[in-house]
């Protein structure tokens, strides 16, 4: 299968995944029946929309993401594998050692806005996580091109 084959092959099937999503969106917003069996102690049910709508939204990106790692050069791939594994890891050290030190200080870590509970922390700390994570990779990701060109 040659270059130009294989393009037209992937645009198609990204084209075929985004009338699925359309459709998938179309019934999150029009289905509002309650989702079955949710457990009570979880609180109230969403509605099975949304529930299709973030499974298919799951799924999705999944997908995307196949075919985009796949039509990627091994050189990319390369950078982006080093990039995630070197400045995930060490963007999540360095945020996780400013965050505890920041709270060792008595910073305050949440917008005054917002209450102060077990639960907005631990969200302020999975998005500080993924936020450091996300710019460590970014540093280590042009640090990989600038040192191969």
Not at 59 to 64: M, P, Q
Request: glycine content about 10%; some cysteine; charged content about 10%.
């Amino acid at each position: 299968m040659n270059t130009a084959t294989k393009t037209a092959a992937d645009k198609k099937k990204m084209d075929d995944l985004t009338v699925g999503l359309c459709a998938l969106t179309v019934v999150g917003v029009s289905a509002t029946a309650a989702t079955p069996f949710w457990p009570a102690t979880w609180g109230q049910a969403p509605s099975i929309g949304v529930v299709v709508l973030a499974a298919g939204l799951a799924v999705f990106l999944a997908l995307h993401t196949l075919y985009w790692w796949r039509a990627l050069d091994e050189a990319a791939q390369e950078a982006h594998k080093w990039a995630w594994w070197w400045g995930g890891n060490l963007g999540f050290i360095v945020g996780g050692a400013a965050v505890v030190i920041a709270a060792l200080n008595g910073v305050d870590l949440l917008p005054a806005g917002l209450p102060h509970t077990d639960t907005a922390l631990i969200a302020l700390g999975v998005v500080a996580a993924f936020a450091a994570q996300a710019v460590g990779y970014g540093i280590a990701w042009c640090f990989w091109w600038t040192a191969r060109r």
